[in-house]
């Protein structure tokens, strides 16, 4: 379809033009010749008026005096009248009077029109009728009939005049407005050819020419200046990606270096991430996860618990003497049994339970959703009864037991960290009940726990306040009869809990590392005390002090030794240290090199409870002692149980075959004496002479050579 | 258009039948019925009469100082009751009145005079002249005794003839409509 849309726009404003031209003046046509038409009209009516006027008033005589002849010569002037096509006079009796029609026309005269007094336009004629009145007097009619043709050709006329004038303006218009429009349109065609220029080649560096004010010269100059923006953006992108691409290049050969080296580690660094992030959850000996993974399944399972209103349970273990396995037997042998255990604490549980591994000897099991506190107790005592089947390791059939404490949620704890806490107390309780059992947690034990705490402050303000006291009790040489030496005990006398034995504070002065300075207080009291008796003149007397386990597992125990040495003025060869075969045991290599230097210094090293543990003659031999001590355990029921006397025959012959002297503690009768002094076991301690007793009083036994004892020394 | 309706018999015939039907209808009636023409001729007369009065101008001062314009008729009145529909009319601005004369004495009190038949036309003629009365009679000699209008019969039709000198002397001016009407004009240049 033809759309006006699509013609150029000088075309769009030329026609714009024209056709207003057109309207305009068509309208003002049609109104001049309706105004002339109109006027035209009245002329028309006028002269027929006028006509009729005149042929009344020469008519009027006639009428009146019914001469038809003389009315009908009143007519004759019409000849002349080229429009007139008829006319007529009646009488007041209606009756034609006289007529007149144009000749060559075929036209009747009218009846006489009673309404008289009008004029009718009939299109092609025009009819008048009017009275003939002669003073004041009607006395007939007048009749005219006029064409129109003068008032057509008229018409006509105007019409031509119209028309040429139309033409004439269409003309001038058409030429003006191609004149003109050139105006609006030459600066837009600039603008499109510039546009199109600039979108087809890309050059931005094109500006349109134009200097108007109006708003195409706005236009032209808003649009130079965008071009200005492009071509600045233009240059600007392709600096830009100039540089991009370079570097892109530069990186690429950088990239494909960097990827050839990365594609050769990547498989490596794969495996070692996943290898890293194995090892940071799992135990390297046993594979078991290890704490950290362990407490993040606690975590999420209390969580669960927490969420289904279900118990779970953690089981605290701890493998009994495994220490000492380790030590004898050696770490490989250790690390085999490890990973033995660790297997079958594996089979005891179910698959949702997590055995780990928390260091040394230690492990935990997490049980899950367990229906109540006798799920945990049942595979605590099949793990119990699982170990006891020996284990083989390198031809050594090894028998292992292990405590386990055992803390349910929520009952025993609704976190992690109390719920481990409270299964490693329970733990040590099993320890303390005699191993190889499981205990539950009970609140009790926090108790236990609580006491130990309140104990740990007390055993600080002990030191403070000299509630700390050393009491000395007696060795005897039975075959001299005299006391040759006296062994240092400590005692603690609470101002309101009373005695508290050592076996209750030690080891927590050994936890809260307390005994360092216990231990040198011990050392540098027992050691000033000596001094004092030798001044008094029993120079011969010998002072036996107990190492700990903690202080022969620190550094430095020696140089405190020293100190207390030099600082009491005592002669090395007048002290002893006294060491439990256990504490010895706990890290031998170490406790090697203290004694070695202990007696390189001159002091002796007596083996304390010689005969309780499990160690093996060959690591009693490194160990540099002088003395060994039958514990008061096998004391007890001698000479009664031939097993015990078997025992300490055994331990006897052995000290005697080892070349070390012997002394034995706990003897409380005479029978047990005997047995000693039969088996030629000259140094005795216990009860039998005297029990522990504080200086002053060792003094006056020292004096009277007399003991408090059953049996007297004989002179 | 109330042509149609209004349109008498006649109209419908060719015009040539027209006119010697009018011929007829006119002329038979006088021929055959006497004194019925009679008495529509003087109809006619008598409306003459007052027409003539109309296309006459009378000297200012002769209607001036009256009211009434006299319509005189002497000797044998011919035109009966007819003549008394002009009683009343308006002529020059003065009420039309008939009068019947008895006696000459009473003419020149007249504007207009109708001569009879039996009336001695000489004497009134004599007691009028330059006086500004009309005088109009059918007498054949009329305007030749000195009277200013004649009626005459043409072809059946009142006509009439004026005496322009008769007219002048009695101080008359006749218009040219009405002498333009008139079979002749004597005294006129």
Redesign the interface.
Known sequence: MWSLRNIPIRRKLTLLVVVISSVSLLLASIAYITSDRINTQQTVSDNLGTMAAIIAANSSAALLFSDPVAAQETLGFLTSQQHIQAAAIYGMDEMEFASYIKPGLKLEIPAIHLQAENILFWGDYVELFTYIVYEGEQIGFVYLRSDMEAVHERLIWFLGIVALILLASLLVTVVLSAQLQHIITDPLLRLSAIARQVSTEKNYAVRVIGDGKDELGNLITDFNTMLDEIQSRDNELRENRLKLEERVARRTRELEIANEQLALSKEQAESVASRMEYHAHHDALTGLPNRILLNDRITSELAHARRQQTNAALLFLDLDRFKIINDSLGHAIGDQLLRAISRRLNKCVRDEDTVARLGGDEFMILLPRISGSADAGRIAKKIIERLVDPISCNGHVLHITTSIGISIYPYDGTDAETLIKHADISMYRAKELGRNKAVYYTAEMNAGSRKQLAMETSLRKALEKNQLKLFYQPKVDISRNMIIGVEALLRWQHPTMGFISPLEFIPVAEDTGLIVPIGEWVLHTAFRQLKQWHNAGYGSLTLAVNLSSAQLSRPGVEEVVEQALRESGVDAGMTELEVTENVAMENIDSAILILEKLKHMGVSIAMDDFGTGYSSLSYLSRLPFDTVKIDRSFVHKIPDSTEDVTIVEAIIAMAQSLKLSLIVEGVENARQLNFFRQHGVNLVQGYLFSKPVEASELLKMLESQTLPGTVNLVK | ????N???LL?GLPRIVRCLLATLLLSAPALALADESQISEYR?KS??LY?FS??VTWPDATLQDRTEFSLCVMGTDPFGAQLDKLTGKTVHNNTLVVRRLKSLAMVDDCQLVYIGEDTTRADVLLLVREQPVLTVSDAADFIEQGGIIQFKLVQN????RINMDAANTAGLRI?S??L??ATSVTGRD
């Open positions: 258009m109330t042509t149609a209004d349109m008498p109209h006619v409306a003459f027409n109309r296309f039709k009142v006509r009439f218009s409509k009405l333009s009407l």
